[in-house]
Structures are given as C-alpha cells and as structure tokens.
C-alpha cells in the first residue's frame, strides 16, 4: 500500500478525533423547546410516551437547561415543583396551545397562557392551554396552585430506586 493513502487516512482520523470535542460544544440552542418524537420520547415524571400534541409541556432549566418533556402540564408543574432551580428566572415552561398537532404543535409560555378543564388529559389533570383568556379560563398561578393543592396531587409517582 502507499504510503501516502495511509498519511492521509491518518491524517483524516486525526482531524475527526480532533473536531469531536468541539462538536460537543455545540449542542443547539439552549432555549426554548425542543422537538418531540411522537409515541417514543416519554414524560419526565411518568415516564407514560407522550402522543397527544395539545397537551404536551417542556421545561428547559437546571444547570444544564436542558429540556424535559412532558405528557401533560400537571406532570410538569409536580416534577418542576421538587427541583431547587424551579423559581429561577431562566428556567423556562412551555406548553402546547390546546389546537396544536402534531404536524404543528403551537408553543406557548406556560406563564402566559389561559388554562381551561373540561377536556381528558393524558394525565387527567384536566388543564388545557389557551393562547387567550376567555370566560372561565385561569393563569398559570392559578392552575399551579390548583394542581400542587389537589390531593392527590401526583396522579402518576414515579418508582423510587432502592426500594
């Protein structure tokens, strides 16, 4: 073989291995949600897959801000409720308008949407989100409130480890 083939695969091995660790550094926008594989990614807290697009939620926060995707937004109200970095200012919650598909989900923020009941949740929380308030729809602090003082409040409790 020439010797030369070999230089340049080296060579070519060398600049892959080399560009690896700058890839990692470049791992997308560290904001807002990110995109859901429909009946194959599963919700943080209940670990249920997650297939109805006008119900699904994500918080992006913690250290890394990463996201974390959610069936239903009282699973993600339950779960952001025990992390310690749930009250600061980046953290981020995103929830899909009640009219979204899956061809086209409808991100609102969480803090600034309507909720309304009245429809059956993957959880059975019952809130959907509205863009808009309408005539007996609440806030966010509302609908928290509602959710963390429902007993039981986890419809879903996640398997402890080591029990």
Sequence with gaps: MCQCVTRRRTFTLLAALAI?????????????????????????????????????????????RKAY???????????LNEKPWAGDAE?????AEVT?????????NARDA????????????GFSALRHGRSGSIDFVAMTNKILTNTPNHICVPAKSGS
């Design 114 to 125: 309507f909720y309304v009941t009245g429809e059956m949740t993957p959880m059975n929380y």
């Design 20 to 64: 690896l660790p700058v890839a990692g550094c470049f791992e997308g926008d560290r904001s807002g949600p990110v995109e859901i594989h429909w009946d194959r990614d599963t919700g943080e807290l209940c670990q249920m897959m997650i297939s109805d697009a006008r119900f699904v939620a994500q918080i992006r926060g913690g250290p890394k």
């Design 91 to 95: 953290t981020e919650i995103w929830v």
């Design 100 to 108: 979204s598909t899956r061809e086209n989900v409808i991100w609102l």
């Design 69 to 79: 995707k959610f069936d239903d937004i009282g699973c993600a109200v339950n779960w």
